[in-house]
């Protein structure tokens, strides 16, 4: 499975970004996909996870601020952004998770797109 993510970028506060991430190499919709995201200096951490039947999980700390979404048909899975804040500024990571079942963690994912930079400025 390759995994190309985009759609990163710099917004000031209270601003809106889109993240796409397309996949390839794989039937796309028989796997779920996740985001993830780390800040300099920290570990990369849980944002958003939607299953192959769409169900979405989301951290703490973007609910009801972020929307994960996919498009089957594109083979690409989307993060919409919204409110956001200076603490959301890292490089985003869309990856493909092992198992249906663990999703969390880093570790439980077994391939990475190449991350996108989104910067908020207050």
């Known amino acids: 499975v390759q995994l190309q993510a985009s759609g990163g970028g710099s917004v000031q506060a209270g601003g809106s970004l889109r993240l796409s991430c397309t996949a390839s190499?794989?039937?796309?919709?028989?796997?779920?996909m996740g985001w993830f995201r780390q800040a300099p200096g920290k570990e990369r951490e849980f944002v958003a996870h939607i299953s192959w039947t769409g169900k979405r999980t989301y951290a703490d700390s973007v609910k009801g601020r972020f929307t994960v979404s996919r498009d089957n048909a594109k083979a690409t899975v989307y993060l919409q952004m919204n409110s956001l804040k200076p603490e959301d500024t890292a490089v985003y990571y869309c990856?493909?998770?092992?198992?249906?079942?663990?999703?969390?963690?880093?570790?439980?994912?077994?391939?990475w797109g190449q991350g996108t930079q989104v910067t908020v400025s207050s």
């Open positions: 190499g794989r039937t796309f919709n028989s796997y779920a």
């Open positions: 990856g493909v998770p092992r198992t249906a079942t663990q999703y969390a963690r880093p570790d439980d994912y077994a391939y």
